[in-house]
């Protein structure tokens, strides 16, 4: 089974994945794939606190770098369960959301190669595609024109899908926090940046569309009664 570039630079992360998975061309028996998934999940490596970066540097588990990963697992994550509910409701682009969390692995490996400790070599295998936050942009279009107009500020609202998604976009502005310390010290590319910036954009779009598709009603901000 071949290994995409984000899935090897996980392996490279997480030292027991490594043997769920095959070599590009080789053939493996039933009993040899069991055995291999048999390994142990954890590897004890970061029992006192540190971990690895794709280019083997050891940091602290709170450093900057980990951070932003964990930012965008979380993100991630909240992208999945959206998906969940969309999926349920028949949005119809359930096939973005999950494209954008493929995306957000790319995130992930990019931003655990810091320039500071990486070969050349490394940057090759995990430059982030700025072409990303483009395609971004014609989704956006796409579903605004679909959308009524913006006329007042508008509450996380509009049933489970859409604020849900509201959820995942509230953390992607929190990723796009962490992330933006470590692109102003040229650790990773801007382009992992625009990008977030880009997909809050987005997932708020889809809210929008998502309640609208299901026929719920945004709920606006008024300003409250003392």
């Not at 998906?83 to 494209?99: A, I, K, M, P």
Request: with cysteine; aromatic share 6%.
């Amino acid at each position: 089974m071949a290994l995409n570039r984000s899935a090897s630079i996980c392996l490279r992360l997480r030292p027991a994945f490594r043997a769920l998975c095959s070599v590009k061309g080789s053939k493996t028996t039933q009993a040899e794939r069991s055995k291999r998934t048999s390994i142990k999940i954890y590897t004890r490596t970061g029992d006192k606190g540190v971990s690895s970066t794709f280019t083997g540097e050891r940091r602290p588990k709170d450093d900057a770098v980990f951070e932003a990963l964990g930012a965008t697992d979380e993100l991630t994550c909240a992208i999945g369960l959206a998906r969940e509910y969309c999926q349920e409701t028949g949005q119809t682009f359930v096939e973005e959301l999950e494209q954008v969390q493929c995306f957000l692995q790319d995130v992930g490996s990019c931003l655990a190669t810091p320039h500071s400790s990486a070969k050349d070599s490394h940057l090759e295998r995990t430059a982030f595609d700025g072409s990303a936050a483009e395609l971004l942009e014609r989704w956006i279009d796409a579903h605004s024109a679909e959308l009524p107009p913006l006329t007042n500020f508008i509450l996380p609202s509009g049933g489970k899908s859409s604020t849900m998604l509201h959820l995942a976009r509230a953390t992607c502005r929190r990723a796009e926090r962490r992330v933006a310390s470590i692109v102003r010290e040229k650790q990773v590319d801007a382009t992992v940046a625009q990008f977030l910036n880009r997909l809050s954009d987005y997932l708020f779009t889809v809210a929008r569309h998502a309640a609208v598709n299901e026929g719920r009603e945004e709920r606006i901000y008024r300003r409250p009664r003392t």
